[in-house]
């Protein structure tokens, strides 16, 4: 979701403002002790180091990738990027580059079956009928292919599949009439606009088919349907029947109703879907002060202390159990009278397998509680356990990782849920320590581990506790805290896995210093608000695993990309553009590509080696628009270590600092703006059709700056997109083909 914005602006205040991670971080001194060997030859240079660059390649480092070989080997052609990059826009629309076309496909509030009518778009749409549309906030998406016989998984059909969507969050002015939206009180919520908000939410599974060379949704499909924030929801894995998740509704702790803040997602090697619970936390109306000691070390460290809840939810004037489970205080004589435990049963990467309408989504607790972004399959191998990357979206919070506890078998390909049940229920989750020195631990965090058993902020009653409380666990460990990890990544060329890093407005403050992996502080102005510090613009990290064995625990990384203005502000009067350049635009951007704020990271799996970057910015807004950008990124280690240095501003009483991280190679044409979105918009989910021509990409949130005071003014809305005029906005799914019927981008 956008977080980015002045909170002035913002109604929901997710957990990804603040961060909620207090806990102490290796200082840097033991993160330089740190340091293996094979870096020895850098840590004795680095005195000498200021602006100056050193390589870094490191012999072996490219050997035994996924394809068996160097990227230096010629094995493929060089892959190019076929377009002309497109410009920086402000506009309120959809620019893509010449011979290309993007053509709405899906949006708010399109009626998934043929019994809903039209959208009348004006916040008299029923509740109950959203349970039948489009939801709000298109976010992370999968296509599966249908087979010839339309009842099954055929991950090669290009004309015909599903698309499971997620449905992150809401403009909650653009659902209701101007009279609801001023009458608005979050202490008091009328109960079918609560309804209506809660079907927004969720996830969309929907069958496509290209007709006459055009894709539309097949309103006909009988697997067409929607999941929402109020859908029945098992629970699976080591958290199933924990004390922990005993709520009203399932006294026995195996089910809860809904998924929530579905932000990005994943799909597996047996074709279902990933949707992953983001910033559920501020959702629920806390009652934190009701809980214990202990519960309230978790609540807080979850961040699960509104007063209110973000759209009061709980605070419905019509008595009920649908509002009163959004309120997590203690209210009865137990656990199993009142929803005391209804966070718990939040923030899970969630299964949903496309091919079964009827089956109810799998909440997956081996795979750890948190903030979930994304998650992603590293590369399937036969008879090697399966891995999937995950990233934290808060300030300052952890990278993750899952091993399955069984060995891949390609007969399970096609067993649907009962296949998570056997990858997805047992396994191992690590998270992420990256060293000064450009190489990594995975560290276990497991209920055996010295620093979890004996932790002295959270006692740890057993294991399904910790994956309940996997940031504290994490904590315990020493991970390192990370500038929002958002989207994981895995290029299928050379088994690299990225992240992207969105920004961090508290990097460089007390007790969030810099270090190798989060590097930079510095100001950026922007016009018409305060300047920004910290990690203003995100970059990109990227590892490679030792051996290229997913599995392993122990990595090389090194930043693939940061994000800057090609040039120094001018209003940022305390950076001359030499200073700026060295030491902020440490990727050398340009006009051409450059961009603020990445968060989606995806890999054509057509065309290995092709990323697509989005972003979801407030920062550099003031110049441009959320954008999308197609990249041919190298390998880790490409590029040189830098001597960074973050000069602050004297006014604010800060030191500088200086830290060396390790900068992959400046990526020239090899990274190009592909596509601008309209305005208030930020661009999120991709996936593409198999032949890789059809490429399926979300404008999320348009116009989300409009004032609830002018809702009843549609001249002021901030946007008007898709439909023009002045149509209240709508998050649009977007089909992108290339005019000559070629694959796109490449
Ligand atoms: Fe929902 Fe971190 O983006
Ligand atoms: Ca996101
Ligand atoms: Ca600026």
């Known amino acids: 979701m956008n977080d980015k914005l002045p909170m002035t602006k913002r109604e929901f205040q997710s957990a990804d403002d603040t961060g909620h991670n207090n806990s102490d971080s290796p200082s840097f001194t033991s993160i330089l002790e740190a340091r293996m060997s094979r870096r020895s030859v850098l840590k004795g240079s680095l005195g000498l180091l200021t602006t100056s660059m050193l390589s870094f390649g490191i012999a072996g480092c490219n050997d035994g990738g996924s394809d068996g070989g160097s990227d230096d080997d010629n094995e493929t052609p060089p892959l190019t990027l076929s377009f002309n990059p497109i410009a920086k826009s402000l506009a309120d629309m959809v620019v893509v580059p010449a011979g290309y076309t993007a053509t709405p496909l899906y949006r708010l509030g399109d009626p998934i079956n043929t019994s809903t009518p039209a959208y009348l778009n004006d916040g008299t749409d029923t509740a109950a009928s959203f349970q039948y549309r489009c939801g709000d906030h298109n976010d992370g998406m999968s296509y599966f292919g249908l087979n010839s016989a339309g009842n099954g998984w055929d991950a090669s059909n290009s004309e015909r599949g599903i698309i499971c969507m997620n449905h992150e969050n809401i403009t909650r002015i653009f659902l209701h009439t101007p009279e609801e939206v001023a009458a608005y009180n979050v202490s008091a919520r009328v109960a079918a606009e609560v309804d209506k908000e809660v079907h927004a939410h969720g996830v969309s599974v929907i069958e496509i088919q290209k007709k006459s060379g055009v894709f539309a949704v097949n309103t006909g499909s009988s697997f067409n349907h929607r999941i929402t924030a109020a859908t029945p929801c098992d629970i699976y894995g080591p958290a199933r029947s924990h004390a922990l998740m005993v ?92 929803y005391r435990n209804i966070t718990n049963t939040f923030g899970w990467v969630v299964e949903v397998d496309p091919f079964s309408p009827s089956a109810a989504p799998r909440k997956r607790t081996a795979l750890g509680r948190m903030g979930h972004e994304g998650c992603c399959c590293a590369k399937v191998t036969a008879g090697k356990p399966l891995v999937f990357y995950m990233g934290d979206d808060a300030q300052n919070e952890y990278i993750y990782k899952y091993v399955s506890a069984a060995n891949w078998d390609s007969a399970d390909a096609n067993k649907g849920m009962a296949a998570g049940d056997k990858y997805l229920d047992k396994g191992t989750l690590y998270v992420a320590r990256f060293n000064a020195d450009g190489t990594g631990n995975w560290l276990k965090l497991d209920i055996a581990e010295a620093a979890i058993a004996g932790y002295a902020t959270y006692s740890f009653a057993n294991q399904a506790d910790v994956l309940i409380n996997c940031r504290l666990a994490a904590d315990a460990m020493g991970a390192t805290k990370m500038d929002r990890p958002e989207w ?27 270090d190798a992996a ?13 300047p920004n510090k910290g990690n203003v613009n995100g970059h990109i990290l990227r590892w490679r695993e030792n051996g290229s064995d997913p599995t392993a625990t122990s990595f090389v990384w090194d930043v693939y990309l940061f994000g800057a203005q090609a040039k120094a502000d001018t ?25 603020s704020s990445p968060d989606g990271l995806w890999f054509s799996r057509k065309t290995p080696g092709l990323m697509w970057l989005q972003t979801d910015d407030g920062a550099y807004t003031d110049m441009t628009n959320c954008m999308l950008l197609a ?26 600092q200086s830290v060396t991280t390790y900068v992959g190679k400046a990526p020239g044409d090899k990274l190009k703006r592909f596509l601008v979105g309209p305005k208030g918009c930020e661009l999120t989910g991709i996936t593409e059709t198999p032949d890789g ?54």
């Not at 559920?280 to 809840?309: C, I, L």
């Not at 989060?518 to 305060?530: H, L, M």
């Not at 809702?711 to 023009?724: F, K, L, M, Q, V």
């Open 693 to 746: 021509k059809a490429l399926f990409v979300n404008i999320q949130h348009p116009g989300e700056n409009t004032t609830a005071a002018n809702i009843g003014t549609p001249a002021n809305y901030e946007s008007h997109y898709p439909d023009g005029g002045t149509a209240r906005p709508r998050s649009t799914t977007l089909v992108i083909t290339r005019n000559d019927g070629g694959p796109v981008g490449v």
């Open 571 to 595: 209003a940022n009067v305390n950076y001359d553009e030499a200073f700026y350049q060295a030491h902020i635009n440490l990727s050398d951007l340009t006009d051409d590509n450059d961009f």
């Open 631 to 656: 990249a041919l990124p190298g390998t880790v280690s490409d590029g040189a270590a830098v001597a960074v240095t973050s000069k602050v501003v004297p006014a604010n009483g800060d030191a500088d």
């Open 247 to 338: 709520t009203a509704y399932s006294p026995n702790g195996t089910q809860t109703r809904g998924t929530l803040n579905n932000c990005a997602n994943g799909d597996t090697p047996w074709g279902t879907y990933l949707t992953c619970e983001e910033n559920w936390a501020g959702y629920f109306k806390s009652g934190v002060a009701t809980h214990t000691a202990q519960e309230q070390v978790a609540m807080q460290r979850y961040g699960v202390t509104s007063s209110n809840g973000s759209y009061g939810w709980a605070n419905s004037t019509t008595a009920g159990d649908l509002y009163d489970r959004w309120n997590a205080g203690v209210t009865g004589a137990s656990a199993n009278l009142d």
């Open 488 to 514: 994981t990544g895995i290029n299928p060329a050379n088994g690299d896995v990225y992240v992207t890093l969105t920004n961090n407005s508290s990097r460089g403050s007390a007790g969030k210093g810099l």
């Open 518 to 530: 989060n590097p930079r502080y510095y100001q950026d102005s922007k016009a018409g608000n305060s």
